[in-house]
């Protein structure tokens, strides 16, 4: 893939469930503990959204390159960062604070994980569910991440008001200037200055609770966001989940168990039992080799996360994230449209993660750019048409991009 991957960043409290949910994503074992602060460094990590594969509506059996595929569905590679615990103070440069946010500012997206249990005191420490206030979490959090938005254009007030008086700026193309290393672009200033009413306000003029105001807009339009109610399968978790539901109706809440996720895919790959991640059952393959705990843990499990919520919610938030919140499109190139393969005969090699808007144009420059040199037209596989080149990209579309350009 010559496009870079999207990146999933796990905010939230420590002991939220950040490692658990990161391991569960990814399989791998990074440490897990009760003691605050154990992830002293992001890790980063390979997870992937699931998407139907088009392989059974061609007829034929693929042979994944970029991605997998199995039981029809595609799996497609994103890449996800575990990252410190957060502290109070972190914006202003305390503990690992810097180091922290400046992983939430490159992350395409974020997760927000929360324990919905409340099991976390308000020292970060493990006690009884109950305990914590999750809705209070988040908002630390948020406030964390938002004062960091507001010392970034603090310190950079003389530079913005300047850039913005320079003929063919304006403050949009200003603020976008020194803040588009943490991904704010021009459309998010402009609205955030609508929907702060700064618009016919002088720059210089704005009030320290307008600049406030707008640094919050600026954090939730420029940075996709869902919050993660995880440890479902505690008491007072479900009541949790409903008022952080409440509160944030602007936001998409998903209800996981990070937990059980573990549990099933290290069974998984144990072949213990058959998982597909995402699904909403797994099946016991082999009753006679669980241990007690195992199959006790197997029926907790079933209990408490599939009876009450269908599934762990892993894998959903994960696809939710990329397809919902970043408006993605899985699109399937091929270079040969009668065997939907590629030159050497792989079937359905590569799937791409193409974000809405993007056209037959964008999927050439993604898949090689050669082809964009001389592109004349995409073939849709599906309905033989000839796609112009700014046709825009469709969820799913097979295409065979025609060009005179040759490939390395
Ligand atoms: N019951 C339950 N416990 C969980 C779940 N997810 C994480 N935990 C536990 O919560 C504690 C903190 O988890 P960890 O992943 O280290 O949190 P982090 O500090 O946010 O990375 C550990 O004891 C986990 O086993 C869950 O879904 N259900
Ligand atoms: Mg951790």
Not at 267 to 283: N, T
């Amino acid at each position: 893939m010559y496009q870079p991957m999207i990146r999933i960043g796990l905010i939230g409290k420590t002991n939220a469930g950040k490692t658990t949910l990161f391991n569960s994503m990814t399989l791998l074992s990074a440490e897990v503990s009760n003691y605050p602060f154990t992830t002293k460094t992001p890790e980063m990590g390979i997870a992937n959204v699931v998407t139907p594969c088009v392989h059974k509506e061609f007829g034929v059996v693929d042979d994944p390159g970029n991605s997998k595929c199995d039981d029809g569905w595609r799996f497609i590679p994103v890449e996800v960062t575990d990252l410190p615990g957060l502290i109070k103070g972190a914006w202003m440069g305390k503990g690992l604070g810097n180091q922290f946010l400046t992983v939430a500012a490159q992350s395409d997206a974020l997760l927000h994980v929360v324990d919905a249990s409340g099991s976390v005191d308000k020292d970060g420490k493990i006690s009884d569910p109950g305990t914590g206030d999750p809705i209070a979490d988040f908002d630390d959090v948020e406030l964390e991440l938002v004062q960091w938005y507001a010392k970034l254009f603090a310190q950079n007030l003389p530079k913005i008001s300047k850039l913005s008086k320079t003929p063919g700026y304006g403050v949009p193309s200003a603020v976008e200037e020194v803040m588009h290393g943490i991904g704010v672009r021009k459309e998010h200033v402009v609205m955030a200055m609508s929907e702060n009413l700064l618009g016919d306000k002088a720059f210089d003029s704005w009030t320290e609770k307008e600049t406030q105001a707008f640094c919050w807009s600026l954090r939730e339009l420029s940075k996709p966001t869902l919050i993660i109610a995880n440890k479902m399968d505690l008491p007072f978790a479900a009541e949790n989940f409903q008022k952080l539901r409440e509160k944030h109706k602007g936001l998409i809440v998903v209800p996981t168990s990070g937990e059980a996720e573990l549990t099933l895919r290290r069974a998984e790959a144990k072949r213990l039992i058959r998982y597909v991640p995402g699904e909403e059952r797994f099946e016991i393959l082999k009753p006679q080799d669980l241990s007690d705990a195992q199959r006790s843990a197997l029926a907790y499990i079933r209990r408490k996360v599939f009876g009450e919520y269908l599934r762990t919610g892993v894998q959903f938030a994960l696809n939710i994230a990329v397809f919902k919140l970043l408006k993605m499109n899985a699109i399937y190139p091929v270079a040969d449209a009668e065997k939907v393969g590629d030159k050497h005969g792989r079937i359905l090699p590569d799937v791409y993660l193409m974000s809405n808007g993007s056209t037959v144009e964008d999927l050439a420059k993604a898949v090689h750019s050669d082809l964009l040199k001389g592109l004349v037209y995409a073939l849709d596989v599906r309905s033989g048409l000839h796609l112009p080149a700014n046709y825009v990209l469709r969820d799913r579309d097979v295409l065979s991009i025609v060009s005179t350009g040759k490939r390395a």
